[in-house]
């Protein structure tokens, strides 16, 4: 048994060894360029577009909610700070300087601190708004 194993493992050698390995076969794509013509491309480009612009009113949408969201609570502020400095009095000398201190130190100094000081004086003001 052992005589047996041992040739049929020299025949298994010389059987693998006289036969060629395969050559490693080249991978061809199988993906077909379609070819377009420009009409086609054209109405894929506008297809694309009008996607885009659907997709960026539905945000500018939201950002208009947003925004007016905003102008809400301003308006909101602003009327309670006009009833309280109607009430208690203010002092907008203060006030100016503060704005001016405050905005110095968050834009190095490169920022204009005039409109908001014209906003504080419109909401000190006593005239009707």
Known sequence: ???TKKSAVKDLKATT??????????VKSSRVLEVKNSE???????????N?????EVTMEMLVQKVAGMAHHIIATEEILAE?????????ARVNA???AKIAAGTDNS???NPAIDVAASIASPLPR
């Open 1 to 3: 048994m052992a005589t």
């Open 17 to 26: 060894a006289t036969k060629p390995l395969p050559q490693k076969a080249s």
């Open 40 to 50: 086609e491309l054209v109405a894929e480009n506008i297809a694309a577009l009008s």
């Open 52 to 56: 885009v612009a659907a997709s960026l």
């Open 84 to 92: 309280l400095v109607a009430s208690n009095g203010l002092n907008l």
């Open 98 to 100: 503060r704005i001016r």
């Open 111 to 113: 920022g204009n601190p």
